[in-house]
Each structure stands twice: as C-alpha cells, then as structure tokens.
C-alpha cells in the first residue's frame, strides 16, 4: 500500500528556533496535508496543499506541495513552547480517496 | 455541535467484555475513519467508510472488531471479548472534499 516516511520520528529544538519536516513517498499525490496533534486531543488540520510547487503559509507556519508530487514540507519559524505535539502528513489520490498518516514526528521545544 | 463528537470519552473495562464506541460525524460528511493510537504512536488505521460503497475493513487487526455507518452517519466500533492489548485512544474522523477532521477520541483502558 502507499506509504509515506516522516523521519526522524523526534525533534528537540531551543524556543525560537526555526525547524523544517518532510514528508515524502514514492508514489504521486493530488493533496497534502499537514495535522498537529496536541497531548490529549485529536489531530488538528493546520494546511492544505493541492497543486504541484504550491506554497501555503498559516501564521509561522509554512507548507509546500513538491514539485515532484512525491514529497511535502512544513516549516515552523521562531518556535514556541506550544508549538509541541506531534505533526503528521496526510495525502490521497483524490477528494473521494482515502487519507494515508505518516507515522508523525514528534516535537519538543525546549524554553 | 460542529465538530466530530466521539462518545464516551473513557471506558474502562474488564477484559473479555464487549464494548461499544460511538463516533457522530460532521453533518454532510462522506467519509468515515477509525483510527487506533497508542501512547505517544502514530495513528493504526483500523476502516474507511465512504459514501455507499463497501467500507475498507483492511485494517482491523482482528474479527473481534467491527463497525458500522447507519444512514450514512453515526458508526459504531464494537470491540468483543476485550483484551488488554486492545487499551489505547481511538480516533474518529469524518472527510468531505479529502479533508479529514477529528474528534477528541474515546480512551480505552480494559483491565
């Protein structure tokens, strides 16, 4: 089945650092998604991608569908200490597909 | 309310009994997923209602897990004859247009 890689599974980082995370896969996609997930809640969508190179920004946040169809990124800038939980890519073929998780990376931001 | 609302939000049970979990979706929404998550894991994809069709059962880990969509709207996991292995959040999500949204999840604990 389709898989996507979201490595490493954890990041530390000092508050106010800037951190980047992929994901990628070997398969073409039509969305990207990128989720948060808080201790104790259900993931929360934070961005959506749907075309090849789009560039989405959402606060501090930023996103980008790849070129290739093959890969996403999110960028956080100037972290804070709310920022942790753990982040996780989606994609599908389709609106009426279904939603393949990465396995989520782990993030810690030190005060 | 608005959001996916899943209910209860802890059971606790003795092993090998049966239990019930309830996920009411967004109003319009096609899609429906069960997810299972382990402390600080990714999220177990367990089935995926959309619309009429057959739903994707590939990855319920065994048959003392089912679940049903009535009416194109609420679901219902059912879990028989619990085993402690089976303790952990699940997680439902309802999708329109390739978005999925989630609830807050039941946490699991069979003792």
């Given at each position: 089945g389709q898989q996507l890689n979201q490595s490493p599974q954890s990041m530390f980082i000092q508050e106010g650092e800037d951190v980047s995370m992929n994901c990628t896969s070997s398969s073409i996609f039509n969305t990207w998604l990128w989720y948060k997930q808080d201790p104790g809640e259900g993931p929360v969508l934070l961005i959506a991608l749907y075309k090849a190179g789009e560039l989405t920004s959402n606060g501090r946040l930023t996103a980008q569908f790849g070129i290739t169809r093959k890969d996403s990124f999110l960028n956080i800038s100037?972290?804070?200490?709310?920022?942790v939980g753990i982040y996780f890519c989606a994609t599908n073929t389709g609106a009426n597909s279904k939603l393949t998780f990465g396995k989520g990376i782990t993030l810690s931001v030190r005060p | 309310g608005a959001g996916v609302s899943q209910s209860p939000s802890n059971k606790v049970t003795e092993k090998g009994k049966d239990v019930e979990l309830r996920c009411d979706p967004i109003s319009g929404h096609t899609a429906l997923y069960w997810y299972r998550q382990s402390l600080g894991q990714g999220l177990e994809f367990l089935i995926y209602f959309q619309g009429?069709?057959?739903?994707?059962?590939?990855?319920?880990?065994?048959?003392?897990f089912s679940a049903e969509r009535t009416g194109g709207s609420v679901s219902t996991l059912t879990i028989q004859?619990?085993?402690?292995?089976?303790s952990a959040v699940y997680l439902c999500a309802s999708s329109l247009e390739g978005k999925a949204f989630f609830g807050q999840g039941t946490r699991l604990t069979v003792v």
């Open positions: 100037a972290s804070i200490p709310s920022d | 009429n069709s057959a739903p994707d059962k590939s990855g319920l880990p065994s048959d003392r004859r619990t085993q402690q292995e089976d």
